[in-house]
């Protein structure tokens, strides 16, 4: 379980583990998390705790061209995507281990 901060526009998120208050950056967010605005990610059910899943969107030569975050709260299992953001750079290959 985790709580997520998120700034779709800067394109960039952050988990915190509900239980140690470990952190991560998730994909390269953390190179754009001085510039970005976030907030915390929230159900409409009020619960801010959720199960995380990343996805890639990939180009023809298997690089990565979008991140999506999708979130699955806890409390009522309401799923939903809340960040995505495009990549437009390479390579790529560094992002699937940074989820």
Do not use: N
């Not at 929230?42 to 979130?71: H, I, K, Q």
């Not at 309401?78 to 960040?83: C, M, S």
């Amino acid at each position: 379980m985790f709580s997520v901060l998120v700034d779709d526009v800067e394109g960039a998120a952050e988990r915190v583990c509900a239980r140690c208050r470990g952190r991560a950056f998730i994909a390269d967010s953390e190179e754009y998390w001085e510039d970005a605005d976030p907030g915390e990610a929230g159900c409409p059910c009020g619960s801010e705790e959720f199960e995380t899943a990343v996805a890639f969107s990939l180009a023809d030569d298997g690089s990565v061209r979008w991140v999506t975050l999708g979130l699955r709260c806890r409390q009522d299992g309401a799923v939903g995507v809340y960040a995505d953001w495009k990549i437009d750079y390479g390579p790529t290959d560094h992002l699937f281990g940074m989820v």
